[in-house]
């Protein structure tokens, strides 16, 4: 592999973060007006069926190269800071292990 080649790689890795911080704060932002919305009707914060639900989709829709057992935990991951940021900046609620 030539040092263009690899440069160009990074690059592309690069460009692929950034997209993903893009996608991450999309994605937070639509879970803290779903989490207002949750608030004003009662909803409980917690959901572990719409959680399931999540991970077959996405298992189900994986095209690899990353297998499905990584696919779920980087999920669970993203769904754990979620929950984290409706806490935070909607229920008003300190982080677990900070109370």
Do not use: C, W
């Not at 080649?5 to 950034?18: G, P, T």
């Amino acid at each position: 592999m030539s040092k263009k080649q690899f440069d160009k790689l990074r690059n592309e890795i690069n460009r692929i973060d950034q997209e993903l911080l893009y996608l991450f704060n999309r994605r937070a932002a639509v879970v803290v007006e779903l989490a207002k919305i949750k608030r004003k009707l009662g909803k409980r914060l917690f959901d572990p069926e719409r959680e399931k639900d999540i991970f077959v989709s996405v298992t189900d829709k994986n095209p690899g190269p990353l297998h499905s057992d990584a696919i779920v935990r980087l999920f669970e991951r993203i769904i754990d800071e979620s929950r984290r940021l409706e806490r935070t900046e909607v229920y008003n609620r300190q982080p677990k292990g900070q109370e």
